[in-house]
């Protein structure tokens, strides 16, 4: 059984950091593309990140460029997110997602999802 499970939310002042964890298993992580994605309050899901299988090659949403960076250890089966210079408007719900064998870098396509962290940036 495929699982995605996120940690590492919870409040933080504007400026502020944090990084979050994706716990995979139930599959061959090192085979797959993943990605964060974010649920504002009242919002569609927005793609925040991607990384490919290797971990070396990344993309970014253009409001998060140069404030977080994705990684992942292909030995824990863990996808992470930095975040840094936290932003009131980067409040949301993360979630990571594992996109489908085959799907191109770009497609916003996803097979499985966890159920998500609160990030809640405020003073």
């Known amino acids: 059984e495929v699982q995605l499970v996120e940690s590492g939310g919870g409040l933080v002042q504007p400026g502020g950091s944090l990084r979050l964890s994706c716990a995979a298993s139930?599959?061959?992580?090192?085979?797959?593309?993943m990605s964060w994605v974010r649920q504002a309050p009242g919002k569609g899901r927005e793609w925040v990140s991607r990384?490919?299988?290797?971990?070396?090659?990344?993309s970014y949403t253009d409001s998060v460029k140069g404030r977080f960076t994705i990684s992942r250890d292909n030995a824990k089966s863990t996808l992470y997110l930095q975040m840094n210079s936290l932003k009131p408007e980067d409040t949301a719900v993360y979630y990571c997602?594992?996109?489908?064998?085959?799907?191109?870098?770009?497609?916003?396509?996803?097979?499985?999802w966890g159920q998500g962290t609160q990030v809640t940036v405020s003073s």
């Open positions: 990384i490919n299988n290797g971990g070396g090659s990344t």
């Open positions: 139930g599959f061959t992580f090192s085979n797959y593309v």
């Open positions: 997602a594992r996109k489908p064998l085959g799907s191109s870098w770009y497609a916003q396509e996803y097979d499985y």
